[in-house]
């Protein structure tokens, strides 16, 4: 569904991150709930728990062969049990922020432009060197909630009378906002453009490439 013609609204660009959960094109910015980095000790708490339970339960009763059922003991279920609320409290806390954020976002503008991206080759696995850098990144980006805001979005905006639109990804990053110029990026949050000179936040930079692309 198109925005009304009389919606005085803004249109926005929206660049989703790790880092904040949304980088908006007007300067505002969403922050990432990080829930799962939040509960990470409590989580490896409980991880660890359950292993030196399951151990000792192996060492009383023998390994468990492959398909056995074998009864638990109280303490490995009250384990088990202790691992799942944490869980569910981590699920809990991303699912209100993302939920509260793409309310907000879809009762403020009249049009959200975001990026078209690819959630499974974005958290692909990497083999050999590299690959606990990758999977550290590859849960940051699951922890932010980043890759649901387009799918709450596309929803919520015809409910409150807006619009989502959608845009390619590539460039955005690396194009310069003011002149059009493509520059390399690396792993600063600052964008220099090494032909006009301009200094801008990364996501900033970003988030008004998107909202150009779309032409509003």
Same mark, same amino acid.
């Given at each position: 569904?198109?925005? !009304? !013609?009389?919606?005085?609204?803004?249109?926005?660009?929206?660049?989703?991150?790790?880092?904040?959960?949304?980088?908006?094109?007007?300067?505002?910015?969403?922050?990432?709930?990080?829930?799962?980095?939040?509960?990470?000790?409590?989580?490896?708490?409980?991880?660890?728990?359950?292993?030196?339970?399951?151990?000792?339960?192996?060492?009383?009763?023998? +390994? %468990?062969?492959?398909? /056995?059922?074998?009864? /638990?003991?109280?303490?490995?279920?009250?384990?088990?049990?202790?691992?799942?609320?944490? $869980?569910?409290?981590?699920?809990?806390?991303?699912?209100?922020?993302?939920? +509260?954020?793409?309310?907000?976002?879809?009762?403020?503008? $009249?049009?959200?432009?975001?990026? +078209?991206?690819?959630? !499974?080759?974005?958290?692909?696995?990497?083999?050999? %060197?590299?690959?606990?850098? +990758?999977?550290?990144?590859? #849960?940051?980006?699951?922890?932010?909630?980043?890759?649901?805001?387009?799918?709450?979005?596309?929803?919520?905006?015809?409910?409150?009378?807006?619009?989502?639109?959608?845009?390619?990804?590539?460039?955005?990053?690396?194009?310069?906002?003011?002149?059009?110029?493509?520059? !390399?990026?690396?792993?600063?949050? #600052?964008? /220099?453009?090494?032909?006009?000179?301009?200094?801008?936040?990364?996501?900033?930079?970003?988030?008004?490439?998107?909202?150009?692309?779309?032409?509003?």
């Amino acid at each position: 569904a198109e925005a !009304a !013609a009389d919606d005085t609204r803004p249109a926005v660009g929206l660049d989703a991150g790790v880092r904040e959960l949304a980088h908006l094109s007007d300067g505002t910015v969403i922050e990432n709930p990080q829930a799962l980095a939040r509960e990470a000790k409590r989580l490896r708490r409980a991880h660890l728990s359950i292993a030196r339970k399951q151990r000792a339960a192996d060492k009383r009763c023998g +390994k %468990r062969k492959k398909g /056995e059922r074998r009864e /638990e003991s109280k303490r490995l279920k009250r384990a088990r049990v202790r691992m799942a609320r944490v $869980s569910h409290r981590v699920a809990n806390v991303r699912k209100d922020a993302l939920h +509260k954020a793409t309310t907000w976002l879809a009762r403020t503008y $009249s049009v959200v432009v975001v990026e +078209k991206l690819d959630g !499974a080759q974005m958290t692909e696995g990497r083999k050999g %060197r590299g690959r606990a850098r +990758k999977a550290r990144l590859n #849960r940051a980006i699951l922890d932010s909630g980043m890759l649901r805001v387009r799918s709450l979005l596309a929803y919520k905006m015809p409910l409150h009378g807006g619009e989502l639109r959608e845009v390619a990804a590539a460039y955005t990053s690396q194009t310069c906002s003011r002149c059009g110029a493509r520059n !390399a990026v690396g792993a600063s949050k #600052r964008y /220099e453009c090494a032909q006009c000179g301009v200094v801008l936040d990364r996501d900033d930079n970003a988030s008004q490439n998107i909202k150009a692309a779309a032409s509003c």
